[in-house]
């Protein structure tokens, strides 16, 4: 069962454009939520994270939005680069556990 | 930051040999490494938990015997596929959690095997 729920699968957006990810969860003992970028035969990267104590982190042009009633998180990308073409994932920690769920995986490109 | 180093990068090893792959934590002392496997074009599937000086745990469906996780030291776990077979090729990813937050995780750089 896939704890954590992402769309869309895939992304073409114009460079210069936002780019929206989007996911769902159900666990509400999550207390942890990261995204990642990961680029072809690369391990995936820390991009931005939030905790549900917050409902918005911005960190340069990555923005988390973080609604906590609704169990939904989305990464936004503002001005997108071809650069940042790559598969974003998000994923969710339980509190007290150590291991990470992650969402299905956004191929993103940015044309330019 | 912290930074995890993952060795070798690209393997190809012939069935039925054993390969070993290597994840170590540079700058900081990981109690907790990952390991997990990733098919192309999709997500990473946790296949275990290595706690140093411990047993791993293993996901449900993940062959134990099969693959051999070693976390011997604070710095350093490592993957070991046991007669690999084609079957077994794919991108191996190990992550580890950082001592300074308890919300870290830094990748390794992941491994592709080939098994021929």
């Known amino acids: 069962q896939q704890q954590v729920k992402q769309s869309p699968q895939s992304l073409i957006v114009q460079k210069g454009g936002i780019s929206i990810i989007n996911c769902a969860y159900e666990?509400?003992?999550?207390?942890?939520f990261p995204w990642y970028q990961q680029f072809p035969g690369k391990g995936p990267a820390l991009l931005i994270a939030?905790?549900?104590?917050?409902s918005e982190k911005k960190e340069g042009r990555f923005t988390i939005s973080f609604n906590k009633s609704a169990k939904q998180f989305s990464l936004h990308i503002m001005d997108s680069q071809p650069g940042d073409s790559a598969t974003y994932f998000c994923?969710?920690?339980?509190?007290?556990?150590?291991?990470?769920?992650f969402g299905t995986g956004t191929r993103l490109t940015v044309i330019p | 930051g912290a930074v995890v180093s993952q060795h070798p990068s690209r393997v190809i090893c012939k069935s039925g040999t054993s390969v070993k792959i290597e994840c170590r934590s540079l700058?900081?002392?990981?109690?907790?490494m990952f390991w997990y496997r990733q098919f192309p074009k999709q997500s990473l599937m946790l296949m275990a938990t290595?706690?140093?000086?411990?047993?791993?745990?293993?996901e449900q469906g993940v062959e134990k015997d099969k693959f051999l996780i070693n976390h011997a030291s604070l710095t350093l776990s490592t993957l070991t596929v046991t007669s690999a077979h084609p079957e077994d090729s794919s991108f191996y990813i190990c992550?580890?959690?950082?001592?300074?937050?308890?919300?870290?995780?830094?990748f390794g750089s992941g491994t592709r095997l080939t098994v021929v």
């Open positions: 700058d900081f002392q990981a109690t907790t």
């Open positions: 939030i905790r549900p104590d917050v």
């Open positions: 992550s580890a959690k950082t001592g300074q937050s308890i919300y870290g995780y830094t």
């Open positions: 666990n509400t003992a999550f207390d942890y």
């Open positions: 290595s706690n140093e000086g411990s047993k791993a745990t293993y």
């Open positions: 994923a969710a920690k339980e509190t007290g556990a150590n291991n990470l769920f």
